[in-house]
Structures are given as C-alpha cells and as structure tokens.
C-alpha cells in the first residue's frame, strides 16, 4: 500500500514507519521542517510538506494514498496548556480525513488513549465506547468513519510508550521531575496503576491494524496492563539516586508540572482482544525492564532532551 503518515518523524513514527516499510508499504510521511524531512528521508520513506493546519493539503495526500496513519498532535499546545485547543484542532484533522476518504473503501489508522475503565479498578477493554474523556469524540469519530465507507481503526495508547527512541513522553518528564525536586514521587500510596507499550511493539500493532484490522476496530497497545505507580516511581529514584516518597496532593503541579492531573489515576488497560484480534504479541521489554536497561537515565541525554 502507499501509506500516507502524519507524525512520521516523531517518536512514535520511529517505529511505524520502518515497521510499514519492512513490510513492503511505500511510505509518504507529513514534514513541517527540515529537519523532519531528512529525518524521514534517511529512514527511507518519502517526504510530503506541509503540517496539520493546511486542510488541502492533507485532502490530496489521503487522496494520493491507499491508507492514512494519523499520529500526529499538537502536543507543544497540550503541553503548554491548550489543550482544548490541540483537541479540536485534533478532530478537524480527523473529519478533514474523513470526508477525503469517505466511500473509498481506503484505510485509515486514528490515534487515541487508552483513559480509564467505565468500572473503576476494572482493566479497561478495547470493548468500551469512549463516553467521555478528552479524546472521546475523535475517537468515536474514527470508529464511526466504518460506516462512510472507511476501514478505519483506531489505536489506543497508554500513557507510557517506552524505549530509546523516547525522548519527550511521559517517562523523560518523571524523570526531569525527579532530578530537578532530588525526589522520586507519586501520590497517596501510589498503588495506582499505569498501562505501558514499548515503542516497537506499538509500530507492529500500527502495520496490523492497517493490514487487517476490521472496519471500525478500537485496538488497544498495551504491553503491560498497569504497573503501580509506586513502582515506577521507586525505579527512577533507584537509577537517579534520590529517596521514593510521597508528594502532598496539594503539592502534585509544583512537583509534577503539566502531570500533576495525571499522576494519580488509575488507568489499568487490557489488551486480550487486541492480541487475539490480530494475532499481535508484544515482544519487547516490559517499562521496568526497559527502565532497568539504563538507557533513560544516560546523563548524555537528559530527561526531556
């Protein structure tokens, strides 16, 4: 297939895009920079210009194309505190897709999180309608696209997707957090879980859901199902040398910054359907084995670099 890919240059991207093109997909990734072209370029794949505010653009390229892969979000937007903002930019992107595909029978592969379960301390499953939450709509926008003539997917991703190729997600910022406070934290007893994906594993999942997934497919890429908070905070204050302890809730923003909301959740995901599905086993390590693997910590790269 000639696969067209948002967010091809990104960590994420890292993975999917040699992923698809082991498997002998052409690949056409979006470029707002130089930088990201020749990032594309050297990993083999084509290179269109353009970023997810020009609308005419992203209709000929899912035109040009048999699949769309939309991994692309304005997270500088999230993460400096708009993100109402990069959520409906999010889903004009997606509706922009939707109607330049609609009645083709093309594929197309949204992205997602996975959130919280509808049963609180229950696993969520990939079964669950996305009734509320910040990505329900573009989720369900994606699910729906089924019923337009669209082979679409969506994949959910933990809030962890972990591995060298990790740079700026969720694990660089605890550790940033930890260096700069000389603490390790978590909040109340820390017995909340996390879901995590190693970046690899999650590519694989992308390429399967673009082969075979059928129409209107909620996939969740999930590794690990949820790892205790506490643990994860106890390994980076291992690795960095700093106590593990609870941080006062009245205290989570000034400690954890953008986080500070996300922290204490309790987000166990399974991904049972998914592996049965598709036939997808995630192969790689584990987050505390990849933690363990040092990597995170190389004071070449500091957190968040």
């Known amino acids: 297939m000639r696969v ?26 979006l470029a707002r920079s130089d930088a990201s072209a020749a990032t594309l370029e050297a990993r083999g794949a084509r290179v269109r210009r353009g970023d997810l505010d020009d609308f005419d653009g992203l209709r000929e390229a899912a035109r040009d194309a048999d699949a769309v892969v939309h991994l692309a979000f304005k997270h500088e937007a999230m993460v400096t505190g708009d993100y109402a903002g990069a959520l409906a930019d999010d889903l004009k992107v997606i509706e922009v897709f939707g109607d330049a595909l609609a009645g083709t ?42 019923e337009r003539g669209i082979r679409s997917s969506v994949v959910r991703l933990p809030p962890v997707v972990h591995s060298t190729l990790d740079r700026h997600g969720f694990v660089p910022m605890l550790i940033a957090a930890a260096r700069s406070t000389g603490v390790s ?21 992308y390429r399967l859901a673009l082969e075979k997934a059928p129409a209107g497919s909620r996939l969740h890429a999930t590794g690990d199902e949820g790892v205790p908070f506490r643990e994860i905070a106890a ?32 987000l166990p995901a399974s991904s049972a359907r998914t592996q049965d599905l598709l036939d997808w086993r995630p192969a790689h390590p584990g987050l505390l084995a990849d933690l363990d693997l040092g990597h995170y910590f190389d004071e070449a790269l500091p957190a968040g670099s």
Do not use: C, M
């Open 235 to 266: 390994s980076i204050g291992r690795h960095l040398g700093v106590p593990t302890q609870a941080v006062p809730a009245e205290r989570a923003q000034e400690h954890f910054g953008f986080l500070g909301t996300l922290v204490p959740l309790d």
């Open 105 to 146: 029978g093309k594929v197309f592969v949204g992205t997602s999180g996975t959130g919280a379960s509808s049963e609180p301390g229950r696993a969520r499953t990939e079964d669950e309608w996305d009734t509320d939450g910040p990505r329900a709509a573009a989720t369900n926008a994606v699910v729906a696209f089924a």
């Open 4 to 29: 067209f890919v948002t967010g091809a240059s990104g960590h994420v991207g890292a993975a999917v895009v040699p992923e698809l093109l082991a498997a002998g997909h052409e690949v056409v990734g």
């Open 185 to 205: 934290g978590y909040l109340g007893e820390g017995a909340n879980r996390w879901p995590a994906v190693h970046t690899l594993d999650a590519g694989a999942l």
